[in-house]
């Protein structure tokens, strides 16, 4: 009947509702578990990467779970564990800016600027990493590119004056500016631009066949050049070609080889460069411009990766080759052709800068400063330009440079050394300890001691001792030299801390961690205010009592009847590194040495303190680390020369080298290769 049908409608109908409500109930439970195995599985991920030291995997994986789960409280934990908040702004308030990620090749828009805080990936020694995250800009339809690692403020001026085809680079106040061997300190420049290429053939062509050579006005004439006038009338022939017509030197009849337009003119001496940049309206690059422009300014702990770039080859590159291409978008500022600059170098002013190496240099010519006759017109010796506001006092800037060859210098006697040696020695007097005992540190005893320092002075010497407090005999104890960053601290507050952070691989082992307060270091007084060496007699004071300061916290670790003295090794890290070189040859009650990110110094200094010298008197067991690409201390000049003075017998050191590392040596290296020196040394 049609009430039955009705009846079994109502029934399939409620059948179907219950049918459909099951299956939704199903995939919602399905998703869920789904779900929860996927966070599970995720922080398990996350958990794991970051004890590795992979910050850029926990941030990237922590975000995307976020999404699904924003109040998970270990994702939170663990995401801000993993990164940092930096600010971004810029003088212009139209900035449209982005950021990618590592090696990612998508920017993500992250707004107008300023933009208060965004939290990017930390930075960590653990993890070996191209980058972590890089910032564009977009201006009046101008992309304009960040350096890698870079936040703050932001100085770019009126953008639209700044020619298309070339790469805008932010100005900078109190930036870090050094080459190897050369500290400039800090430096502030205005924004400016650069040239994407190199100046090509084609280009210089339009300067010839415009006349360039014959108009005086281009030319730096007169000159004085090692007491001798140059004009332009007795100099200009000299910039002829193969056939002695105006143009390059490799240039015949004022052309250049067919089907070589668009390769980078050479055979160019620095006055031909300057008039060609003149014609143009735009200038050469000085030093600090091209640094920045290099990715070689702050501080540089890794070099820019150069190894697509054109160095040691047999043949140039056309100038928008994008196999050099670096961050900001500049083609081959590393190789293809030595670039000149507009600074003069020495006293006489009679060389001027050329930089980034050529087509025919080693690698390392990236980073060395080298300069030349401004007449010099060699093959690999070209230029690119720069738009500007022009500071002469940062052009004219006259580069003070005394290259040294650490291996060609001589040694001195025995007689002669032991007379620095004594520099650092003292009359014998009561230690007159003072120790405190600093709580708050749950299952360690940190103490700080207090000495009177083996020299005149209204300060104490002080420093810090981390142990755990559950140790089985006697604590072996590790005297520490700090990194540089302890000259520009003003306090002790980090000290405990980063003990604690960085060492806590041999705090678990039994080690104890001495870290004395050295002098003109943290909280005592300063004398020297930079790492490099110089020739003053107030670094070579300053040095001597360091090293005595050093001998003094021995004599009193020898005094603790708590400690295997006759264990007692040394580390240090970069500037700590570096100190090595004089510490571990005027004590021998140290025993072994583990040392990373270091090498001698090119920096000259009074022979007395010289590390060059002391080095050669190291005669303990040492181990080195150190990365090839290490942006601050170079391996050709500065890392290779102290492995070969060493004076530590061969079976006793050893030298680990690490191929695309930079200052910062990954710390997993760092906690095996340690430990393994330390057990294959340490005496029963």
């Known amino acids: 009947t049609k009430t039955n049908i009705q009846i079994k409608d109502r029934i399939l109908s409620r059948n179907g509702l219950l049918i459909f409500s099951l299956i939704f109930i199903f995939i919602f439970i399905f998703k869920k578990i789904n779900a929860k195995i996927s966070l599970d599985n995720g922080i398990e991920e996350i958990v794991e990467k970051f004890d590795q030291g992979d910050n850029i995997f926990v941030f990237k994986r922590a975000k995307e779970l976020l999404v699904s789960f924003p109040e998970n409280k270990l994702l939170k934990r663990y995401f801000n564990k993993a990164t940092h908040p930096i600010n971004i702004s810029t003088d212009s308030l139209l900035a449209q800016a982005y950021i990618k990620y590592d090696t990612d090749t998508t920017w993500n828009y992250i707004g107008e600027t300023p933009i208060d805080s965004i939290r990017v990936p930390a930075s960590t020694k653990r993890h070996k990493k191209t980058k972590d995250f890089q910032l564009k800009f977009i201006i009046n339809d101008r992309s304009i590119f960040a350096a890698t690692n870079q936040s703050g403020k932001f100085y ?29 300190g800090n430096i502030t420049f205005e924004p400016y631009s650069i040239a994407r290429t190199e100046v090509s053939n084609l280009d210089f062509k339009d300067f010839v066949k415009d006349g360039g050579y014959e108009n005086e006005e281009y030319w730096d004439f007169p000159i004085i050049l090692d007491g001798i006038e140059y004009t332009y009338n007795n100099s200009i022939k000299s910039f002829v070609d193969k056939h002695g017509q105006f143009g390059p030197a490799n240039w015949s009849y004022g052309q250049f080889d067919s089907n070589r337009e668009n390769f980078p003119v050479t055979g160019i001496s620095w006055f031909e460069a300057r008039a060609y940049a003149r014609y143009k309206n735009l200038a050469l690059p000085n030093v600090f411009q091209w640094l920045s422009a290099a990715g070689l300014s702050g501080f540089v702990d890794e070099l820019p990766n150069i190894s697509t770039s054109n160095l040691k080859a047999n043949y140039l590159w056309e100038v928008n080759d994008p196999r050099g291409e670096n961050y900001y978008g500049i083609m081959n500022i590393a190789g293809n052709v030595r670039e000149w600059s507009t600074n003069p170098m020495g006293v006489e ?8 190496g ?7 010519s990236f980073n060395d400063y080298q300069s030349t006759s401004p007449f010099d017109r060699s093959i690999g010796n070209g230029f690119r330009v720069v738009k500007s506001k022009n500071d002469q006092s940062l052009d004219d800037f006259t580069i003070t440079y005394n290259q040294r060859d650490i291996l060609s210098e001589p040694d001195v006697s025995e007689d002669v050394f032991n007379i620095y040696k004594k520099q650092f020695e003292y009359d014998d007097y009561d230690l007159d300890v003072a120790i405190e005992s600093i709580s708050g540190y749950d299952g360690y005893v940190v103490q700080r001691y207090e000495l009177t320092p083996p020299y005149e002075n209204d300060e104490l010497l002080h420093g810090y001792i981390v142990y755990l407090k559950k140790v089985n005999g006697l604590i072996i104890p590790i005297i520490e030299f700090p990194i540089a960053a302890a000259i520009y601290r003003n306090s002790d507050d980090s000290i405990i801390e980063s003990i604690i952070a960085h060492q806590k691989h041999l705090l678990m082992e039994g080690y104890a961690i001495i870290r004395p307060v050295y002098y003109s270091t943290y909280s005592r007084k300063k004398t020297i205010t930079s790492w490099w060496a110089n020739e003053t007699d107030q670094y070579k004071n300053s040095i001597i009592k360091m090293g005595k300061d050093y001998k003094r916290s021995i004599d009193y670790i020898e005094s603790r009847d708590d400690f295997d003295f006759k264990n007692l090794s040394y580390m240090g890290y970069s500037w700590g590194s570096i100190m090595g070189n004089i510490m571990l040859a005027i004590d021998d009650r140290v025993k072994f040495a583990f040392l990373l990110a270091g090498g001698l110094e090119v920096q000259k200094t009074k022979q007395e303190i010289d590390p060059a010298i002391f080095t050669r ?21 500065s890392q290779l020369p102290m492995q070969k003075l060493l004076g530590t017998p061969q079976e006793d050191q050893e030298m680990i080298v690490l191929e695309d590392v930079g200052h910062i040596i990954p710390e997993d290296i760092i906690i095996e290769n340690h430990l393994r020196w330390l057990k294959k040394y340490i005496k029963n």
């Open 617 to 637: 008197r190291i005669t303990m067991p040492v181990m080195h680390i150190n990365g090839k690409n290490d942006g601050v201390f170079d391996y050709n000049n």
């Open 156 to 184: 770019f001026g009126k953008v639209d004056q700044f020619p298309q085809e070339h790469s805008i680079i932010s100005g900078s106040k109190n930036h870090l500016m050094y080459f190897p061997g050369i500290d400039f």
């Open 358 to 364: 050529s087509y025919l240099d080693n690698p390392y």
């Open 349 to 356: 002013k009679s060389k001027y800068s050329i930089l980034g």
